[in-house]
């Protein structure tokens, strides 16, 4: 079987990760079959798989009329039998057989006005360009793999697919950020909270700051709680954007440390000190910050929306995001009894060793098999 990977996206930060760590457990998983992996002009140079997987060089940035047009003229040269793509953006005239991955319909659940730099003329332009590509892929993939049950359910909704045609495969902790985070010392995580200001207790959060991931209310109360915790801080980490410098511009307050974008090690060290993870956005595909959490043995109390329940179970405290009181009162909860606290962390512990990126290559390789069985036996 000749399998095509459209891995452009290898660096980037969320669809990334997916990517290296599907390729990496599937070259463990599968030394058969031949596998093709399309890469931006940078991952080419710089990157190396084992024997029976081929590199070949597509420089098309996405979300481009280069990708739409010459992306399908590239993949056909290679006569595969299925191509996998882990995003939306499919060339809508690609022909061949192929699988796509939906982590989300964010922007089909929550308006993104708010949430772009562009006019209202290019943004409603934008948007029915995505939602043409969207449908498409769903419509004339072979198999749609999703990464919640919630999203599969979306999906169905909003598409009317059979829900059959889709498969879940959750993803989880990277192995490699475990294996960091047990070579870790004293010295440097004390290094690394001086260097960020932090010598108070504090409440944690990591992403972006888009409107839907819900910052502002978390902040607003953080600041209801400092009635009561008068040294608590709160450290929001994430890769400085417009949205992060607009919270940053609308609250500032001595105790809310904005670090910008972190390293591994230091994302391990701000996990692990802190009192409490919390999260309280609006719209989740999956969650993995939960999962960081959960392994590095930090309670978590998080929004009850879309698949953040799926993913943390019973092991975290849950809140009604658009209830500030509700958020303070969770997070206070969490924060005074010990007891609670020391089950939550058990629990996670627990809970972050269910999910696995092997599992998960698997599961895809097994949908890539019977793919190629089915078209081959008729």
């Known amino acids: 079987m000749r399998v095509g990977v459209d891995a452009r996206m290898y660096r980037e930060s969320g669809i990334g990760r997916y990517i290296r760590n599907l390729l990496a457990h599937l070259q463990k998983l599968d030394q058969e079959n031949e596998y093709f992996i399309f890469l931006l002009e940078k991952d080419y140079k710089t990157l190396d798989f084992q024997k029976n997987f081929t590199k070949v ?3 098309f940035r996405w979300y481009t009329l280069t990708e739409q047009i010459k992306l399908p003229i590239l993949l056909n040269q290679y006569k595969l039998d299925l191509v996998h793509f882990p995003h939306f953006n499919v060339p809508v005239f690609y022909k061949g057989k192929f699988i796509v991955t939906i982590h989300d319909l964010i922007h089909h659940r929550v308006s993104m006005k708010r949430a772009t730099t562009h006019s209202a003329f290019i943004f409603q332009l934008k948007q029915m360009g995505y939602k043409k590509i969207f449908k498409t892929a769903l419509e004339k993939s072979e198999k749609i793999i999703t990464v919640s049950k919630f999203v599969k359910q979306d999906i169905i909704q909003h598409y009317n697919i059979n829900e059959e045609k889709i498969i879940v495969t959750p993803e989880a902790v990277e192995e490699s950020f475990i294996t960091l985070s047990k070579k870790l010392n004293k010295e ?3 290094s690394i909270l001086k260097k960020f200001d932090i010598r108070n207790p504090y409440l944690f959060y990591v992403g972006n700051a888009h409107p839907h991931k819900n910052v502002e209310s978390l902040i607003n109360a953080f600041l209801k709680l400092k009635k009561n915790f008068k040294y608590l801080k709160l450290v929001l980490a994430g890769h400085d954007h417009y949205f992060w410098e607009r919270l940053k511009n609308e609250y500032k307050h001595e105790d ?14 701000l ?3 802190a009192e409490v993870f919390i999260t309280a956005s609006l719209e989740e595909g999956f969650g993995i910050p939960i999962l960081e959490a959960f392994a590095l043995n930090t309670p978590v109390v998080c929004s009850n929306r879309t698949s953040l329940p799926e993913v943390g179970g019973g092991a975290a405290i849950y809140f009604d995001p658009t209830n500030i009181d509700d958020m303070q009162s969770k997070i206070t909860q969490v924060k005074t009894n010990k007891n609670l606290r020391k089950s939550l962390v058990e629990k996670g512990k627990k809970r972050a060793a269910l999910f696995s990126w092997k599992r998960l290559a698997r599961q895809t390789l097994r949908t890539y098999t019977s793919i190629h069985e089915s078209s081959t036996s008729t």
């Open 256 to 269: 809310i440390v904005y670090t910008g974008f972190v390293t591994d090690v230091e994302l391990i060290v």
């Open 271 to 273: 996990y692990k000190n």
């Open 57 to 59: 060089k597509a420089d």
């Open 188 to 190: 440097t995580e004390e």
